[in-house]
């Protein structure tokens, strides 16, 4: 926050930071204090895009934050937090629904077949060698 403002004074356009809001009260004292513009919000929506309604109705306080039950980064293979919102989003356009209840290492291994055969196909279809 301390950037931000410290963006807000040096720009004449709104500033939005987005990362780790998930705290309705947070979000609001952001807003409050001028001190933002605009909250950005990414992977929550990912797990429950219906949840700024529910903020707004009072129904939750808190954004959905999935990643706070993974265990730490250095404990998972790289990339496995990120793999694994990415898997989630393919089953938004796929079935229209995540699976939250997917364990973070299965979402990041769905993700990277995933990644491979698309890869192929993309090789395939530019009659490149597959690697
Ligand atoms: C699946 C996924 C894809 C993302 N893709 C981009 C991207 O293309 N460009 C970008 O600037 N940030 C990207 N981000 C980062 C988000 O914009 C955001 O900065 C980050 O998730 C932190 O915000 P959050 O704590 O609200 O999720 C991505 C994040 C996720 C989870």
Redesign the pocket.
Same mark, same amino acid.
Not at 59 to 85: M, Q, T
């Given at each position: 926050m301390e950037y931000a403002r410290d963006i807000k004074n040096a720009v004449s356009i709104p500033v939005m930071v987005?990362?780790? #809001?998930r705290r309705a009260k947070v979000m609001n004292d952001a807003l409050l204090n001028n001190d933002v513009d605009l909250i950005?919000?990414?992977?929550?929506f990912?797990v429950d895009p219906e949840f700024p309604q529910k903020l707004l109705d009072g129904l939750i306080d808190s954004a959905p934050s999935k990643e706070r039950e993974f265990p730490p980064a250095d404990e998972l293979p790289r990339g496995a937090v990120?793999n694994w #919102?990415?898997h989630q989003?393919l089953l938004h356009g796929e079935l229209g629904i995540a699976d939250t209840s997917l364990p973070v290492t299965e979402g990041h291994e769905h993700y990277l077949k995933r990644i491979e055969k698309m890869t192929e196909q993309l090789l395939r279809e530019r009659g490149a060698q597959p690697y």
């Amino acid at each position: 926050m301390e950037y931000a403002r410290d963006i807000k004074n040096a720009v004449s356009i709104p500033v939005m930071v987005t990362g780790g #809001f998930r705290r309705a009260k947070v979000m609001n004292d952001a807003l409050l204090n001028n001190d933002v513009d605009l909250i950005g919000v990414g992977r929550p929506f990912i797990v429950d895009p219906e949840f700024p309604q529910k903020l707004l109705d009072g129904l939750i306080d808190s954004a959905p934050s999935k990643e706070r039950e993974f265990p730490p980064a250095d404990e998972l293979p790289r990339g496995a937090v990120l793999n694994w #919102f990415c898997h989630q989003l393919l089953l938004h356009g796929e079935l229209g629904i995540a699976d939250t209840s997917l364990p973070v290492t299965e979402g990041h291994e769905h993700y990277l077949k995933r990644i491979e055969k698309m890869t192929e196909q993309l090789l395939r279809e530019r009659g490149a060698q597959p690697y």
